[in-house]
């Protein structure tokens, strides 16, 4: 596909580019006794999406995001990183790595999930929000376990080049259409960096209840640092011109 693409799951929108900005910090010196790792994820290819709905630049996005930090220095190793790309990037295989990486990372650790990809929501709410993986669609709420799974004190960065990527964790436990189109009205203007905290103390909560004990070792939600290219009702563009997303071009060149 030539000129500007929109990663939405479903019809692509073709079209001028959406202008973001974005603040990038860079990486400093690693701790001696901290360990960096990372997953980077990138499918222009998918095996339950036609193929005139594929992308171009999500390989390009995640190899090129992981060589950054490889070769900027800041601690980062290839042997502590996964790329998953194409078919290789299919959800079993997304979730195996963060969940590899999870039974590894200790306190002081650092983790990037990196994903560039189609993203979607539901379309009458537009409230349940997923990223797509290659075989699959990878719902918020198995992103949210997939995250509580890493230790307390690690830090984990979730970077997310997709459609609709900043509708991750909108409440969706409202019975009625009704109560969720309220819910997403209301949502229209939100803090993500709010809303997540919000989410992921609920479910700790939850977990209080069954094992007091075992929500100290939880990752803690202010441990989780996000940086999407959109809000839940918006697009994400990809460009020829650039040959990557426009959000991650920015974060490469930041």
Not at 13 to 26: D, F, K, L, P
Not at 202 to 226: I, M, T
Not at 231 to 252: K, M, N, P, R, V
Request: negative net charge; charged residues 15%.
């Amino acid at each position: 596909n030539a000129g500007t693409t929109a990663r939405t799951g479903g019809v692509v929108v073709a079209g001028g580019g959406i202008s973001r900005t974005c603040t990038v910090v860079q990486a400093g010196a690693a701790a001696a006794a901290s360990t960096r790792y990372g997953v980077f994820v990138g499918l222009n290819q998918y095996s339950y999406i036609a193929s005139d709905n594929w992308l171009n630049y999500c390989v390009s996005d995640a190899g090129d995001m992981r060589t950054n930090l490889v070769n900027h220095g800041g601690g980062w190793a290839a042997s502590n990183t996964t790329l998953l790309v194409n078919s290789a990037g299919s959800k079993t295989a997304i979730r195996a790595a963060l969940s590899n990486y999870a039974a590894k990372a200790v306190a002081g650790d650092v983790v990037v999930y990196y994903h560039s990809s189609h993203g979607g929501n539901d379309d009458l709410t537009l409230a349940d929000v997923y990223l797509c993986a290659y075989d699959a669609n990878y719902t918020e709420d198995e992103l949210a376990a997939d995250l509580l799974a890493f230790a307390a004190g690690v830090k984990v960065v979730v970077v997310i080049d997709a459609c609709h990527s900043g509708g991750l964790f909108v409440e969706t436990s409202a019975l009625s259409l009704a109560e969720k189109e309220a819910r997403r009205q209301a949502a229209r203007n939100w803090d993500i960096a709010t809303r997540v905290t919000v989410r992921m103390r609920n479910l700790r909560a939850v977990r209080l209840l069954a094992d007091a004990r075992g929500v100290a070792r939880l990752l803690s939600p202010d441990e989780v640092g996000w940086m999407t290219a959109c809000a839940y009702y918006q697009y994400s563009y990809e460009d020829e011109s650039i040959g990557h997303g426009w959000f991650t071009y920015g974060l490469l060149n930041g």
